[in-house]
C-alpha cells in the first residue's frame, strides 16, 4: 500500500506535524515502535515556550485543551548548592496562565494522539530501512519484515534517526550522563520531599554534578542525575548506592531523593549532533526534531521539534503540487532558525556540569531574560 506522506516516529514532533496536516486535508501515516500508547514511559514534563511549542499547538488548534492539561504553577524553579542552600528560587504570579507552562509529556502526547484519527499512527512499525523507488517515493522496510511505500518520508524518529542517513552523515557526539530514578506517590509517601522539590523544579547543584527533581501532574517525582560525559559503562550507574556514593557529603535532605526512588536507576547517554549541521535537500525526505538537530535536554528539544511540524506542516499545505518545493524552504528556514539555539544549548549544558557551576547558572536565571526550561 502505498501512502502519500508517511511519518516516521510518534513522538510529539510526528504527531504535531500528522495533526496540522490532517486540519489541512492531507493525510499522512505515522508508523511508530512502540506497540500502543501506553508501552513505556513519556518521561517527565516540559514547559512549552510561548514562541514554539504553544505556537505549535494553536496552529493545531488545540489551545484550549493544552491550557486545560497545563500546570502553569509548574514554572516555579528552586536551585540550591549540596548543603541544601536555596541560591534562586523563581516563582510564577499566582493564577496566572502566561510565560511557559510545565505539562507533563505523556498528557501532551495523549493529546496529540486523541486529536487524530483512529487510522493514523501505526503501531508497532520499527522504522529499518527506506530505499528509493525507481518512480520516485520511498519504500519502507519495518523490524519484522513488513513493508510500506510513501511519496514523501519525514522522519521524525529521534536520537538514532534511520531516515537521516538518507541525508547526512553527521556523527553523534557523547556530552553527558543522564540517570533517572522516580519515586512514587510522593505528597503521601515522602511529604518532605514534595515540600522540598515544591510544584515545580529543583535542581542541586555541585562540582561537575547535578541532582534535579521535577514534580509530575500525577503526583509522582521525576529524578534526575546529570553527570559529565565519562568513560565509564552505563551499568556503574544502575546501582544506588553508587550513585549514593556519588554524592557523598551533600546534604542528607537532597540525598533522600535516591535514597526514596522505588524504581531501579536507568541510565543514559546524552548526545548531540554537531551544531550547524546541513544537509542538501534531496527529494521526497527531510528531518524534524532531534532526527534533524539532537541538542542536550536543556529546554528547546521538544518546543523545536513542534516549531518544525508547524513550519513544515504549513509549507506543504501552501505548495501541494510541489512538495519538494515546501521541503526545501522548510529546510533553510529551521538551518536559520536551529543554530542560535543549538549553540545556546551547548552552552547552557557545558556551564551546567563545570566546576563553577553553581555560581555561573545563578549569574543565568538571575539575568533579566527568561530562564530555560526543562525539556
Known amino acids: 500500500m502505498r501512502t502519500r506522506i508517511a511519518i516516521a516516529g510518534g513522538g510529539l514532533g510526528g504527531l504535531t506535524l500528522a495533526r496540522i496536516l490532517h486540519l489541512h486535508g492531507i493525510d499522512a501515516v505515522v508508523y511508530d515502535r512502540e506497540a500502543n500508547r501506553s508501552a513505556r514511559p513519556q518521561g517527565g514534563a516540559l514547559d512549552l515556550h510561548p514562541e514554539s511549542g504553544q505556537r505549535a499547538l494553536a496552529e493545531a488548534g488545540l489551545a484550549g485543551r493544552f491550557r ?16 541544601g542552600r536555596t541560591l534562586v ?12 507552562p510545565e505539562i507533563d509529556r505523556r498528557a501532551l502526547r495523549d493529546l496529540l494522539l486523541d486529536s487524530l484519527p483512529d487510522d493514523a499512527v501505526v503501531w508497532r512499525h520499527r522504522l529499518v530501512a527506506a530505499t528509493p523507488r525507481p518512480d520516485e517515493g520511498w519504500e519502507l522496510t519495518f523490524h519484522d519484515g513488513q513493508r510500506a511505500s510513501c511519496d ?33 506517590d510522593v505528597d503521601q509517601r515522602h511529604p518532605d520531599l514534595a515540600e522540598l522539590v515544591g510544584p515545580g523544579n529543583l535542581w542541586c547543584v555541585g562540582v561537575n554534578q547535578i541532582l534535579a527533581a521535577q514534580r509530575l501532574g500525577d503526583g509522582n517525582l521525576r529524578v534526575g542525575i546529570s553527570l559529565r560525559a565519562e568513560d565509564q559503562p552505563l551499568d556503574t550507574y544502575r546501582s544506588k548506592r553508587a550513585l549514593l556514593d556519588m554524592f557523598a557529603g551533600w ?17 543514559r547517554l546524552i548526545e548531540t549532533m554537531p551544531i550547524g549541521t546541513r544537509w542538501a535537500s534531496r527529494l521526497g525526505v527531510t528531518l524534524i526534531g532531534d532526527a534533524a ?13 513542534m516549531l518544525d ?36 544549548s551547548a552552552r547552557v549544558q557545558a556551564m551546567m556540569l563545570s566546576p563553577t557551576a553553581a555560581e555561573d547558572i ?13 525539556d
Not at 68 to 83: C, Q
Not at 165 to 181: G, H, I, M, Q, R
Not at 293 to 300: A, Q, S
Open 362 to 374: 545563578v549569574r543565568f536565571f538571575t539575568r533579566p531574560t527568561e530562564p530555560a526550561g526543562t
Open 152 to 184: 514523501i518520508l519525514i522522519g521524525a524518529d529521534g536520537a538514532r534517526s534511520v531516515v537521516r542517513s538518507l541525508l547526512t552523515d553527521a556523527e553523534l557526539s557523547y556530552v553527558a550522563t543522564l540517570v533517572e530514578l522516580n519515586v512514587d
Open 251 to 267: 546534604h542528607p535532605r537532597l540525598t533522600a531523593l535516591i535514597e526514596a526512588a522505588e524504581s531501579a536507576p536507568t541510565p
Open 293 to 305: 538537530h539532537l541538542m542536550p535536554p536543556v529546554g528547546e528539544g521538544a518546543n523545536q521539534a
Open 309 to 344: 511540524a508547524a513550519e513544515l506542516a504549513g509549507q506543504l499545505a501552501a505548495n501541494p503540487a510541489d512538495p519538494d518545493v515546501a521541503i526545501r524552504t522548510y529546510e533553510e528556514a529551521m538551518f536559520t532558525r536551529i543554530h542560535p539555539i543549538a549553540e545556546m
Open 68 to 83: 486545560a492539561e497545563a500546570r502553569p504553577e509548574g514554572e516555579e524553579h528552586r536551585i540550591l548548592d549540596p548543603t
Open 89 to 100: 528560587h523563581h516563582e510564577p504570579q499566582p493564577g496566572e496562565f502566561s510565560g511557559r
